[in-house]
């Protein structure tokens, strides 16, 4: 039941991680792979690939290489490629080199 292997770190066969719509992060997040907000954060995020859905709010600056907004954000982002829901609502300014944006967003950004 207990061995050593327990101090060993454990390995993840998903990458993704879920900050779920009951949760609220005060605070920066970095992070290897995908990640999905769903919840409320006010903090920085730096990962690999980011998905704010709908329900998600972000307040902080984003930097990853492939960002996917259909929430609410307000901040910077630098991505590789960002792709804009037509359910987001954004506010600040916007670093990318690939943008694919849906109609019906709310933005009030610089690019």
Do not use: W
Not at 55 to 72: R, T, V, Y
Request: hydrophobic letters at 30%.
């Amino acid at each position: 039941m207990f061995s050593r292997d327990s101090d060993k770190p454990i390995k993840s066969s998903s990458s993704s991680s879920v900050i779920g719509t009951e949760m609220q992060i005060n605070g920066n997040i970095k992070c290897s792979g995908n990640l999905v907000l769903k919840g409320n954060v006010k903090g920085n995020v730096e990962c690999d690939h980011i998905n704010i859905s709908s329900e998600g709010i972000l307040k902080g600056n984003i930097k990853a290489l492939q960002s996917s907004i259909g929430g609410n954000f307000e901040g910077d982002v630098f991505a590789d490629t960002l792709s804009i829901e037509s359910t987001a609502n954004i506010k600040g300014k916007l670093h990318y080199n690939n943008l694919k944006a849906q109609p019906g967003a709310n933005l009030e950004v610089e690019l």
